[in-house]
């Protein structure tokens, strides 16, 4: 497996555990729309949440968060309506960004960006 691909489900998994740990109840890990896939879907209280998880090596100086482009919000968007229509839901939905910085074997930074992005309007 590549490293970089190692790295993402490290980051995935820390990602779990906070949001397990934060009452989060996930009900989806890299749920598959075609080619497109959402990192996780998890119920808060009320809410559907859709979470795009970025990892990203300490070494490098962009932020993970702002590797999500346009075309990646509008394909999560799609692949989360997808979702809604198969599994019948009904509640408010947002899309948060969990970002992780890796400094080294278990030192990593997070954080949670809530309602990071909403749905474009087209």
Not at 23 to 40: A, L, P, Q
Not at 85 to 102: A, G, H, P, Q
């Amino acid at each position: 497996m590549a490293e970089h691909t190692d790295l993402g489900k490290k980051g995935e998994d820390i990602a779990f555990d906070y949001l397990s740990k934060k009452g989060f109840n996930i009900k989806e890990r890299n749920w598959r729309f075609k080619s497109e896939e959402i990192d996780m879907i998890a119920i808060d209280g009320k809410e559907l949440v859709i979470v795009e998880v970025k990892t990203r090596s300490a070494a490098i100086y962009e932020e993970p968060r702002d590797s999500i482009t346009d075309k990646k919000i509008r394909f999560l968007v799609n692949a989360a309506e997808q979702y809604i229509i198969e599994n019948d839901i009904d509640l408010e939905t947002r899309f948060d960004v969990i970002s992780i910085k890796w400094f080294s074997e278990g030192k990593f930074e997070l954080e949670h960006y809530p309602d990071a992005f909403y749905p474009p309007i087209n």
